[in-house]
């Protein structure tokens, strides 16, 4: 055999062991193409039905924000009426109220006074250093105790 006959069967080996890698290769990334296919297949069979629960829940959603704003504007426009309502009961009868309170103070302040055979209340106190002595009371030195 010459050297040229050696060097193409060396070509051709490392060429067949070439190929056989190649295939291989291509054989595992079909494979993984045909796994990725099922995988988006089950994803997208599974998303379709949650997008639409998550479409009503949307939709639903709305709506209650749509009742409740209904709800809040009411709530605002009773508020309102309640504070007119209070305005006007207050400058209505608060006026003659606290006249008709002063005047029934004033009835019984002036036919209220003391009486000779009633005794008076208890005797009017002085506060003196902290505590609270009667003025009939004498005060004793703080140094000694009984």
Known sequence: MSGGEVAGILVAVF???LVSFLAVALARLAQTLRATTRLVADVTEQAVPLLADASAAVRSAQTQIDRVD????????VTSNASALSTTVASTFGGPLVKVAAFGYGVRRALGGRKDDVP?????RTVIVGRT???REKRKPRGKRD
């Open 15 to 17: 060429w067949a062991i």
């Open 120 to 124: 008076a209340g208890e005797p009017r």
């Open 133 to 135: 002595v009667s003025r």
């Open 70 to 77: 209904a709800i809040a504007t009411d709530v605002q426009e």
